[in-house]
């Protein structure tokens, strides 16, 4: 029993800070691509720049099993309920990235049919502008909030 | 259900309080009589069974209630490509009946047209099929050609079909990878992924952005092709096979992938034809109409390639059509750069294209056009017009209406998902419902052109 | 426009057009920029369908609605694009649909392909197609009041919010 002998490998933290390495190292993202946006996510998840460097790529279908909202793309009226749904649904602690100049101020398309900004209906923690952005913007994004996370100022 | 309450409502910050909950926000996420409903008339249901065209359709009561069940699927559901939300009515594992809502992605784009010039659309159009992007912008800027009545310089021309040709390429790749993925082949996913990064590189040098160029503009093109243009193409051309001879060891002879996709959501060419199916879905059911060969536009006229079909009409076939299909358009691209004329890539016609950079530090002339084009726009003779190119998904047209002003009084895009997702209900009906996501795939919706 | 369409002036040298033409007196042949256009009254368009679909045009490819409001008398205008493969043709049919009654036939008995679109043009413009197996909206909320492409109903846009962020805790 080898653990018993040899001498004992402690490490002492704060439970804060525990708790927040542990939020930012395993982010997992619900699939909410919209979409152009939606493209651009599903490129950055896939191998060519491999999300999965960041502990990130486990892209959940179900939104009870996830903890990250990527609001790639266009928020119409109609998807407007949908999209709250799937954030109430999601379990605590959530952190929302509004990814696209179409999801934070609604783009291009200042129109009846888009939610100007999709923070009048979930409260974001990150926006990625671009439109589309590239896979590096919205891993800059993601970087962004594990660093707010860690840091305790977006901790849960 | 106005757009006002958006305007009052305060943003929502993380770390801060909710703001008030507006009227939309409690309405749910019912959509009333666009659902299924349990009991549907016969006339409504005949539609949800797609059974029009067959017309063999009878109702069966002797099962019982108890075994039906109406599942939602979507609008947030990774497999439904988008925002594609269906009513499913079930009996046992048999598919019933299907009823396709759409709308999640509705941007108002053609309102937005109207508010735009005629040069400014293109950046409207492109978001539309944000997979085909340059398509959107070619059919666009044709159908303003033509209402305009200028000519396209040849290089403008090859440059158009070469950068289209590529486009498809890459719009095939995502719908093989994410067809892949849906059914489980997660290797197919990534793939295809990686060799669409090479086409978007040689577009994000080409016209600045990976997605949503605004590229194809009416006049001719944004840009010339930047230097080193011709070694990026031919290691497009040289990978590319490559990859599509691992994409068959991986997938041709597959059983489970033959197990998957043959005989599975078979629609006939009478079916494609009456619900206006057009694209690779009438092509893999074995009709060889292809938009670049019986009504050809912008030159392509000039460069040999096969129309692919099939003979089957289901997901296997469909699959193997866009395959060679991507091989059709290599063969393209490389006659379009191997024989890429000299000469002006935009039209000199100064009051639809903007004077080159140069004339306007040294012509008043030219800084008048420059300034006049960008501000209010070139003003397009009044008249209406149709104009449809071979898209990756289909027909996809524009007709276009202007009443003599800088914007035009009326731009409708012809969305080849919108329709094809009519076919839907005839796919799936009778199959089982562990087949429903090899439908969707295969017909590979893109939903930002189904709702504009 | 309606000054490019001259009436009669392609019939006769198209066949398929002048056997369009006996089958349906009503209908008025032009040109438009080059493409084939017939003009035909709302209450004919389902036998102009029925008799386009059996002179060989398959598909209906496009429908959609023009408004030309302040612009025409009759304000909006059907646009139905019929497409034959066998003949390697379009042909265009453009129905007058006045403000007062926006009512025409609709088109899903003869081509089951124009369900959606006409679903759309009703959604967007307030067309009524009669006999539509399941005329509801298709891109809006159900709930939705007006019809947005309509030029009397607003874009809609929002003015741009600039203000500062609510200070975060």
Not at chain 2, 90 to 117: C, D, F, N, S, W
Not at chain 2, 138 to 165: F, H, N
Not at chain 2, 247 to 252: I, R, S, T
Not at chain 2, 406 to 434: C, K
Request: net charge negative; glycine share 8%.
């Amino acid at each position: 029993m080898a653990h018993l002998t040899a001498p004992p490998q402690l490490l002492t933290t704060t439970l804060g800070k525990a708790m927040r390495w542990a939020q930012q190292q395993s982010m997992w993202p619900a699939t909410f691509g919209l979409a152009c946006c939606a493209i651009e996510m599903m490129a950055t998840g896939t191998a060519h720049n491999d999300l999965a460097r960041f502990g990130m790529e486990v892209f959940r279908a179900s939104p009870r099993q996830a903890d990250l909202m990527v609001v790639a793309g266009r928020v119409s009226q109609k998807m407007a309920p949908v999209l709250r749904q799937v954030y109430d649904q999601m379990a605590d602690p959530k952190w929302v990235i509004s990814m696209g100049a179409c999801a934070s101020t609604g783009g291009m398309f200042n129109n009846y049919a888009l939610v100007q900004g999709v923070d009048q209906i979930v409260p974001v923690d990150v926006y990625v502008p671009g439109c589309p952005p590239g896979p590096q913007s919205l891993m800059h994004g993601i970087l962004t909030l594990q660093d707010k996370v860690v840091s305790g100022e977006l901790a849960r | 259900m106005m757009a006002e309450p958006t305007s009052t409502t305060d943003i929502w910050v993380s770390g801060t309080e909710a703001p008030e909950v507006s009227e939309w926000m409690v309405s749910g996420t019912d959509e009333g009589a666009q659902e299924m409903e349990r009991h549907e008339t016969t006339e409504r249901s005949v539609e949800q069974r797609g059974s029009r065209v067959v017309d063999d359709w009878v109702v069966d009561d002797t099962v019982d209630d108890e075994e039906r069940m109406i599942v939602n699927m979507g609008p947030q559901h990774p497999s439904t490509h988008g925002v594609l939300r269906l009513n499913i009515e079930l009996e046992g594992e048999i598919v019933r009946r299907v009823k396709p809502i759409i709308g999640y992605l509705h941007t108002g784009m053609e309102k937005t047209a109207e508010t735009l010039t005629f040069l400014q659309g293109g950046t409207n159009v492109t978001r539309m099929d944000y997979l085909a992007p340059l398509h959107n912008e070619l059919c666009y800027s044709l159908a303003v050609e033509k209402l305009l009545g200028v000519e396209i310089p040849p290089r403008a021309q090859a440059i158009r079909v070469l950068m289209t040709e590529l486009n498809r390429v890459s719009s095939h790749l995502v719908a093989t990878a994410t067809n892949g993925m849906d059914i489980g082949a997660l290797s197919m996913m990534m793939y295809g992924f990686r060799e669409r990064e090479l086409v978007l590189a040689f577009f994000e040098k080409t016209t600045g952005l990976r997605m949503n160029h605004n590229y194809i503009r009416p006049g001719g093109v944004a840009a010339d092709l930047p230097d080193g243009w011709e070694e990026d193409v031919a290691e497009i051309l040289e990978r590319i096979p490559r990859a599509l001879r691992d994409y068959e060891d991986l997938l041709k002879e597959n059983p489970i992938w033959l197990g998957r996709t043959r005989g599975v959501g078979i629609i006939t060419a009478d079916e494609c034809l009456a619900y206006g199916v057009t694209g690779p879905t009438l092509r893999a059911a074995g009709v060889p109409w292809d938009l670049r060969k019986a009504q050809p536009y912008s030159g392509i006229e000039a460069y040999e390639f096969d129309v692919v079909t099939g003979s089957r009409g289901d997901v296997y076939d469909r699959y193997r059509v866009r395959i060679g299909e991507i091989h059709q358009s290599l063969r393209i691209i490389e006659q379009a750069a191997g024989a890429m004329p000299r000469g002006d890539y935009k039209t000199g016609d100064r009051k639809v294209s903007p004077p080159p950079r140069q004339r306007i530090d040294e012509s008043m002339e030219a800084l008048i056009h420059h300034f006049k084009i960008y501000t209010e726009g070139f003003k397009v003779p009044a008249g209406e017009t149709y104009l449809a190119i071979e898209g990756p998904r289909g027909e996809l047209g524009c007709y276009l209406v202007s009443d003599g002003s800088g914007a035009p009084l009326r731009m409708h895009t012809r969305a080849p998902s919108f329709s094809n997702l009519q076919a839907l209900p005839i796919m799936m009906a009778d199959s089982l419902v562990a087949d429903t996501v090899a439908c969707i795939a295969s017909l590979d919706p893109v939903m930002g052109d189904v709702d504009r | 426009m309606s000054g490019d369409s001259s009436p009669g002036q392609v019939a006769g040298a198209d066949e398929v057009l002048a056997n369009l033409m006996e089958a349906v007196p009503s209908v008025e042949a032009g040109r438009s920029v080059g493409d084939r256009v017939i003009r035909v009254p709302a209450r004919d368009l389902a036998r102009v369908a029925g008799a386009a679909r059996a002179l060989g045009f398959e598909m209906c490819s496009d429908l959609t609605v023009v408004d030309y409001l302040g612009k025409r008398r009759v304000r909006f205008e059907v646009v139905v694009n019929l497409l034959s493969l066998q003949h390697n043709r379009r042909l265009r049919v453009l129905v007058p649909v006045p403000e007062g009654d926006p009512e025409v036939p609709s088109l899903v008995p003869v081509y089951p392909g124009a369900n959606f679109l006409e679903r759309e043009a009703y959604d967007m413009f307030g067309i009524r197609f009669a006999g539509h197996p399941d005329l509801t909206r298709i891109l809006m909320p159900d709930d939705w009041a007006g019809h947005p492409l309509r030029r009397d109903f607003d874009v809609g846009a929002v003015p741009v919010q600039v203000k500062d962020a609510p200070q975060v805790r």
